[in-house]
């Protein structure tokens, strides 16, 4: 395993830190990001992250030897099967595996057959029948549109009116198909906890542990967001947690996906809520999360190719990743409007960074003429280390005071939580 040639699928900010990371292996001879980022400009090429038969051509025609996929889009299109059935070496699940995150039903099965901690639930397909039922179990409550939404099929009802309503927006075709069929879930309450685990279809490594700020705004407020700032580890999270999450979820998942046939390679990303009555699993994802991977990679001490390797044979168990002490905080910098319609094309200027302890990540950007230009909702992810979460905070915070962006929105409370 030397000189590799690695193919990274995305171009968000996870992506731009999975680069970022890869690009320091003794391992690497050549990385490549499709489509990629202003932050991943060195690597990129031009191809979108869904044409999966243009990726296949690419990794043939330049013997690509590992690819990585960061999004969910190309993994329940089936970009992992297309690999495979190429003879190319992909590290993420099958498109049969990937349905954990791609139907919100088919992951409630999956936690039936497992006996895994959830949230009650029930599954419906006619209007009138769900809202009987919520009108049954009463708010808070939990809607889910079945299918992918872009993370924003989620409503949580604190009343029985907002519930209702609720069925009334994703059955009536507000999310497109992914509301065809609707999940209805008792409202849990406790700290939440992403937790991402590397795994090999068998056994598991988890990286450490994660919160993520989902809401928009401050105190979180205001709508839901595929995240706008982590840190890493939450002081909520202990090695009986941990112990007790890889024991009662993980691997009773990863035996019935094998018992299916659907094995699990990939990263198993658990969106955990840590109740009263111990961790129960809100959700799965079958990927690295974003903004997530951000801290993850800046606290991960060993090389992370062999390890993505070794899921990719198997052999998950015979490499152990190790971890800096250090707290690591990542604050994203989105669109103004965002996550509503947002404007796009702004230009932004970046402060030089003389500190090895930060890193800017860029997720929606792109260079016109020399200028470095917002293109997406998520825009920068300031990813900053610190002996503690507090110095960690100052520094990031510092490092977002001297960004020029104008309207760019952000939260000034990333892990205020763990203080
Ligand atoms: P999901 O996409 O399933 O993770 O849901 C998005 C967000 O909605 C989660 O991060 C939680 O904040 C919230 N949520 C989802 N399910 C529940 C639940 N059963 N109880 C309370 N909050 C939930
Ligand atoms: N930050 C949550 C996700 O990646 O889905």
């Known amino acids: 395993m030397e000189n590799l040639r690695v193919l990274i699928v995305g171009n968000g900010g996870r992506e731009h830190a999975l680069a970022w990371k890869l690009a320091q292996s003794p391992e690497l001879e050549r990385l490549f990001v499709a489509p990629g980022n202003a932050g991943t ?34 993994l329940s299109l089936g970009i992992v099967d297309a690999f495979q059935k190429a003879g190319l070496r992909i590290f993420g699940p099958s498109q049969a595996a990937a349905q954990l995150e791609g139907s919100k039903s088919f992951a409630k099965s999956i ?6 901690p959830t949230a009650k639930w029930a599954m419906f397909e006619d209007q009138e029948q769900a809202k009987d039922y919520v009108r049954t179990i009463g708010a808070p409550c939990v809607l889910k549109a079945d299918g992918l939404a872009a993370g924003k099929g989620v409503i949580v009802a604190m009343d029985l009116d907002t519930a209702l309503q609720a069925v ?3 059955m009536d075709g507000g999310f497109g198909t992914a509301g065809k069929k609707l999940v209805v879930e008792e409202f849990l309450e406790g700290q939440e906890v992403s937790l991402l685990c590397l795994c090999d279809g068998m056994a598991a490594r988890p990286m450490v542990p994660v919160q993520d700020h ?25 090695p009986e947690i941990s112990t007790e999450v890889m024991r009662d979820i993980v691997f009773p998942t990863l035996r019935v996906m094998s018992e299916r046939g659907t094995p699990f390679q990939g990263v198993l990303f658990l969106g955990l809520m840590l109740t ?36 990719t044979e198997g052999r998950i168990s015979e490499v152990k990743p ?21 404007a796009k094309g702004i230009p932004i200027h970046l402060p030089e960074l003389k500190d090895q302890d930060a890193v800017i990540f860029h997720a929606g950007t792109g ?8 293109t997406g909702g998520r825009v920068l992810g300031i990813t900053v280390e610190g002996k503690t979460l507090q110095l960690a905070r100052e520094k990031a915070y510092s490092i977002v005071d001297q960004i020029d962006f104008p309207g760019g929105h952000y939260r000034r409370d990333i892990g205020v939580k763990g203080l």
């Open 111 to 116: 936690m039936e057959s497992a006996k895994i």
């Open 367 to 374: 260079i016109q003429e020399g200028q470095l230009l917002s």
């Open 214 to 238: 989902k809401r928009a705004l401050e105190g979180d407020l205001g709508l839901n967001t595929g995240g706008m700032g982590t840190y890493s580890p939450p002081p909520v999270w202990t």
């Open 41 to 74: 400009h060195v690597w990129n090429v031009d191809i979108p992250a869904q044409d999966i038969s243009a990726l296949v051509e690419f990794a043939l025609k330049e013997t690509i030897d590992l690819t990585i996929v960061g999004p969910e889009d190309p």
């Open 322 to 342: 190790e971890w800096k002490e250090e707290v690591a905080v990542c604050v994203v910098m989105a669109s103004p409007g965002y996550p509503l319609a947002y």
């Open 276 to 311: 009263d009555q111990g961790a129960k699993l809100l959700e799965y994802n079958v990927r690295f999360g974003d903004p997530e991977t951000q801290v993850v990679m800046k606290r991960l001490k060993s090389d992370l190719l062999p390890i993505l390797w070794a899921c």
């Open 168 to 170: 009334d927006e994703i």
